[in-house]
């Protein structure tokens, strides 16, 4: 039964709130300070007391101790409610009342103190004794003259109810405060926990926020008060919840980048299936009817097929390079950039003579390890991008410098140039400038982010700066990497 009752109210406590829990553990310490501040209070006023009435009982002995020598015994009662006897006591402790005597009629403990004063001899004595039907007494003994003794009994009743008086005060005022405390501190301890409050608020409203339409947080802690620890509280989860913010941001972005990925993957993929079908077929029907045709839808089918295969090999490329901490695509060797440079260029003027190239180099090779056929690729990539997007005749100009143990490729056109709004995602991947998808222009939209993962990987970069009239890919690689 008491181990139920236990438990429940343990389970009732669970359940309290902090600041509750709190307030009550605060009364019941108080509790157990005011009870060790009572007792102490209420031993040292008893003893004050007790030793003001003994204090008393000597100055009144002191004048009695004169009637007993010059009368014999007391003459007159000090206070009222006092008792004073005068008794011979021989040497074996037998004790004899000198009358007249003002006694109770139960004098037995006066008596038996008188003895006491004898046989032990010490001089004075006190005893605190009960009188039958008068109450609690001190009692007083010392030797007024050789062989008699002075016995004073002074009631302690205004001492008991100046302690039961002490005790009663001292329970109100502790019942008060108690309370008072219990409760201010509640309040004080709930105005102190409302940042917690308000934290757990900011949790519920994460927990039913719609990530689907959003991955940003839309709340925070944001209340300035409750002291420095709940201040770092505060800092330490808006800073949690920044993280989680900035995570859930990065996580959305690449989930849609994938969308877009899958989606623009699936229709580059689909147009040269679609085309390599049609092509089939048509050569299907040339073979039955028209066989001089047979030749020249060949030729279509295998150079769409061609196409695909460029398309798959620079998706596995990325894919490749997006892995490279598994797997290293890269054979690198020693090589000279400007001839890497020079060759790249000879290669463009071959084929693109409608466009004059320049080249400006440093004096002298530049030695670098590289991956040969993924840097020419890299040049031929930013290369054709000049030409595709620019009308006949524009000028195209290749530099390449050292700078800091950095080595620097420029390619400027002075074409069109491209739209501030289309500069920051020209290397996104399927990214077409040219919305129409035509691919005999604008390619697979796969070149440019290949270019930049191909440079990310030998630890360069590659950025890009236009303006009508001039653009720039400006591509950077340490002489020694890291």
Same mark, same amino acid.
């Given at each position: 039964?008491?181990?139920?009752?236990?438990?429940?109210?343990?389970? &009732? *406590?669970?359940?309290?709130?902090?600041?509750?829990?709190?307030?009550?553990?605060?009364?019941?310490?108080?509790?157990?300070?005011?009870?060790?501040?009572?007792?102490?209070?209420?031993? *040292?006023?008893?003893?004050?007391?007790?030793?003001?009435?003994?204090?008393?009982? &000597?100055?009144?002995?002191?004048?009695?101790?004169?009637?007993?020598?010059?009368?014999?015994?007391?003459?007159?009662?000090?206070?009222?409610?006092?008792?004073?006897?005068?008794?011979?006591?021989?040497?074996?402790?037998?004790?004899? =009342?000198?009358?007249?005597?003002?006694?109770?009629?139960?004098?037995?403990?006066?008596?038996?103190?008188?003895?006491?004063?004898?046989?032990?001899?010490?001089?004075?004595?006190?005893?605190?004794?009960?009188?039958?039907?008068?109450?609690? *007494?001190?009692?007083?003994?010392?030797? +007024?003259?050789?062989?008699?003794?002075?016995?004073?009994?002074?009631?302690?009743?205004?001492?008991?109810?100046?302690?039961?008086?002490? +005790?009663?005060?001292?329970?109100?005022?502790?019942?008060?405060?108690?309370?008072?405390?219990?409760?201010?501190?509640?309040?004080?301890?709930?105005?102190?926990?409302?940042?917690?409050?308000?934290?757990?608020?900011?949790?519920?409203?994460?927990?039913?926020?719609?990530?689907?339409?959003?991955?940003?947080?839309?709340?925070?802690?944001?209340?300035?008060?409750?002291?420095?620890?709940?201040?770092?509280?505060?800092?330490?989860?808006?800073?949690?919840?920044?993280?989680?913010?900035?995570? =859930?941001?990065?996580?959305?972005?690449?989930?849609?980048?994938?969308?877009?990925?899958?989606?623009?993957?699936?229709?580059?993929?689909?147009?040269?299936?679609?085309?390599?079908?049609?092509?089939?077929?048509?050569?299907?029907?040339?073979?039955?009817?028209?066989?001089?045709?047979?030749?020249?839808?060949?030729?279509?089918?295998?150079?769409?097929?061609?196409?695909? $295969?460029?398309?798959?090999?620079?998706?596995?490329?990325? +894919?490749?390079?997006?892995?490279?901490?598994?797997?290293?695509?890269?054979?690198?060797?020693?090589?000279?950039?400007?001839?890497?440079?020079?060759?790249?260029?000879?290669?463009?003027?071959?084929?693109?003579?409608?466009?004059?190239?320049?080249?400006?180099?440093?004096? $002298?090779?530049?030695?670098?390890?590289?991956?040969?056929?993924?840097?020419?690729?890299?040049?031929?990539?930013?290369?054709?991008?000049?030409?595709?997007?620019?009308?006949?005749?524009?000028?195209?100009?290749?530099?390449?410098?050292?700078?800091?143990?950095?080595?620097?490729?420029?390619?400027?056109?002075?074409?069109?140039?491209?739209?501030?709004?289309?500069?920051?995602?020209?290397?996104?991947?399927?990214?077409?400038?040219?919305?129409?998808?035509?691919?005999?222009?604008?390619?697979?939209?796969?070149?440019?982010?290949?270019?930049?993962?191909?440079?990310?990987?030998? $630890?360069?970069?590659?950025?890009? &700066?236009?303006?009508?009239?001039?653009?720039?890919?400006?591509?950077?690689?340490?002489?020694?990497?890291?």
């Amino acid at each position: 039964m008491i181990g139920r009752a236990i438990g429940r109210a343990r389970e &009732t *406590y669970r359940r309290l709130r902090l600041g509750t829990r709190l307030a009550l553990g605060m009364g019941v310490l108080s509790l157990v300070v005011f009870a060790v501040v009572g007792a102490a209070l209420s031993t *040292y006023m008893r003893e004050y007391l007790e030793r003001q009435l003994s204090s008393q009982m &000597t100055h009144v002995q002191i004048a009695q101790s004169k009637d007993v020598v010059d009368y014999g015994t007391v003459q007159g009662k000090p206070y009222y409610g006092w008792y004073t006897a005068s008794y011979e006591v021989s040497a074996g402790g037998r004790t004899v =009342l000198r009358r007249p005597a003002d006694v109770p009629a139960d004098a037995e403990e006066l008596a038996t103190v008188a003895a006491a004063l004898r046989t032990t001899g010490s001089d004075p004595i006190f005893r605190t004794a009960q009188l039958k039907g008068k109450g609690t *007494y001190r009692l007083r003994a010392c030797e +007024a003259e050789p062989g008699v003794v002075l016995v004073t009994a002074a009631p302690m009743g205004d001492i008991e109810n100046t302690m039961d008086q002490l +005790a009663t005060v001292q329970v109100i005022a502790f019942t008060v405060a108690l309370v008072g405390l219990v409760v201010f501190g509640r309040a004080v301890l709930r105005r102190g926990l409302r940042p917690l409050s308000d934290m757990a608020h900011t949790a519920r409203d994460i927990t039913s926020h719609d990530f689907t339409d959003s991955a940003r947080l839309p709340v925070r802690a944001d209340r300035a008060n409750g002291g420095p620890e709940v201040e770092e509280l505060r800092t330490a989860f808006n800073t949690m919840l920044e993280h989680i913010d900035d995570s =859930l941001a990065v996580r959305t972005e690449a989930e849609q980048r994938l969308r877009r990925f899958v989606a623009d993957a699936s229709h580059e993929l689909r147009t040269p299936l679609m085309s390599v079908r049609g092509y089939a077929d048509l050569f299907q029907y040339a073979a039955a009817n028209e066989p001089e045709e047979r030749d020249k839808h060949l030729a279509r089918l295998r150079a769409e097929a061609a196409r695909m $295969g460029v398309l798959l090999d620079d998706l596995l490329l990325l +894919a490749r390079l997006d892995a490279a901490e598994v797997e290293a695509p890269l054979r690198l060797a020693d090589a000279d950039l400007v001839e890497l440079v020079c060759q790249a260029a000879d290669a463009f003027r071959a084929g693109r003579a409608d466009h004059p190239l320049t080249v400006e180099s440093c004096r $002298g090779p530049v030695p670098m390890r590289l991956d040969l056929l993924r840097i020419r690729q890299v040049l031929d990539n930013l290369l054709a991008n000049a030409a595709v997007h620019t009308p006949a005749g524009t000028k195209v100009c290749v530099e390449v410098s050292v700078q800091s143990g950095v080595a620097v490729v420029r390619v400027t056109d002075s074409g069109p140039g491209i739209p501030a709004a289309d500069q920051e995602r020209v290397f996104d991947r399927f990214y077409r400038v040219d919305k129409a998808r035509t691919r005999d222009r604008g390619g697979s939209g796969l070149g440019l982010a290949v270019a930049r993962s191909l440079v990310r990987a030998h $630890g360069g970069t590659i950025e890009l &700066t236009s303006r009508p009239g001039s653009t720039t890919f400006t591509m950077r690689i340490p002489l020694v990497r890291a």
